[in-house]
């Protein structure tokens, strides 16, 4: 995909967009990695029951997550979008296809989400129906790139950590990347297309679910 769009999973330029959306909000990816849940990741201290409820609630997110690229997809005409927003449904499809052998969860239907997940969905699923299909990239690469951050931070993991694998399964920024290499590209493309107003609250906005989200994996 990326080769044939001309897309590189490099670092974005220093000046682009992503980088500009990023940095006001690393106080927010400080303090999602000061929650109790990603500390327990750290120390191997997490209850696994916690750590399941997570993924179960997060399941909700995720089989949400991939009709939001849909929907967004069915809504663009620039064909470079639209396979972009395509594949990033598959992609979500592929990894919810994990969900009913490893979590016994068949769809969104059986999981009572935590309200900042289900909160989290909503927004998502009304931003990819009503604003601009760009915008939905815009609020997805919270997702891609805040997950990369974390691991990131928790690297390496300390030998016998029950967590080591979501550290080293998060541990790579290509997906993220890839996402702000071609915003950069699509607003060289088209002038004025982008309202970085706009696209700053859209992005600290997901920036906020993810750091409610999972504070609220050990919340009551």
Same mark, same amino acid.
């Given at each position: /995909?990326?080769? #044939?769009h001309g897309?590189?999973s490099a @670092?974005p @330029?220093?000046d682009?967009l992503f980088w500009?959306?990023?940095?006001p909000? *690393?106080p927010i990816? %400080? =303090?999602?990695?000061?929650? @109790?849940f990603?500390s327990g990741i750290k120390?191997?201290s997490?209850?696994? $029951?916690?750590?399941?409820?997570f993924?179960?609630s997060?399941? !909700?997110?995720?089989?949400n997550g991939?009709q939001?690229?849909?929907a967004a997809e069915?809504?663009?005409?620039d %064909?470079?979008? =639209?396979?972009?927003l395509?594949?990033?449904y598959k992609?979500?499809?592929?990894y919810?296809?994990a969900? @009913?052998t490893?979590?016994?969860? &068949?769809d969104?239907n059986? $999981? $009572?989400?935590? +309200?900042?997940? &289900?909160d989290?969905?909503q927004f998502?699923s009304?931003t990819a129906?009503h604003?601009?299909?760009? !915008?939905?990239?815009?609020?997805? *690469?919270?997702c891609e790139y805040l997950?990369?951050?974390?691991?990131? #931070?928790? /690297?390496?993991p300390s030998p016998?950590n029950? !967590?080591?694998?979501w550290? +080293?399964?998060?541990?790579s920024?290509?997906?993220?990347?890839?996402?702000?290499n071609?915003l950069d #590209?699509? #607003? =060289?493309?088209?002038p004025?297309a982008?309202?970085e107003?706009k696209?700053?609250?859209?992005?600290?906005t997901?920036m906020?679910f993810?750091? =409610?989200?999972f504070?609220?994996?050990t919340?009551p």
């Open positions: /995909m990326l080769d #044939q897309l590189s @670092p @330029p220093t682009s500009r959306l990023w940095q909000c *690393i990816a %400080e =303090k999602t990695l000061n929650t @109790p990603m120390s191997a997490l209850d696994p $029951v916690t750590y399941g409820g993924n179960v997060d399941a !909700y997110y995720c089989f991939a939001s690229y849909l069915s809504r663009t005409s %064909e470079v979008l =639209k396979f972009f395509l594949e990033k992609r979500y499809q592929a919810n296809e969900f @009913p490893i979590w016994h969860i &068949r969104a059986g $999981v $009572v989400p935590t +309200t900042a997940c &289900r989290y969905a998502e009304d129906s604003a601009d299909p760009i !915008y939905t990239l815009i609020m997805m *690469i919270p997950w990369y951050w974390l691991a990131n #931070q928790l /690297m390496p016998g029950l !967590y080591a694998p550290i +080293t399964g998060n541990n920024a290509s997906g993220a990347y890839a996402m702000g071609f #590209q699509y #607003q =060289k493309e088209h004025g982008i309202d107003d696209a700053m609250s859209i992005y600290s997901a906020n993810e750091w =409610k989200n504070l609220s994996a919340q």
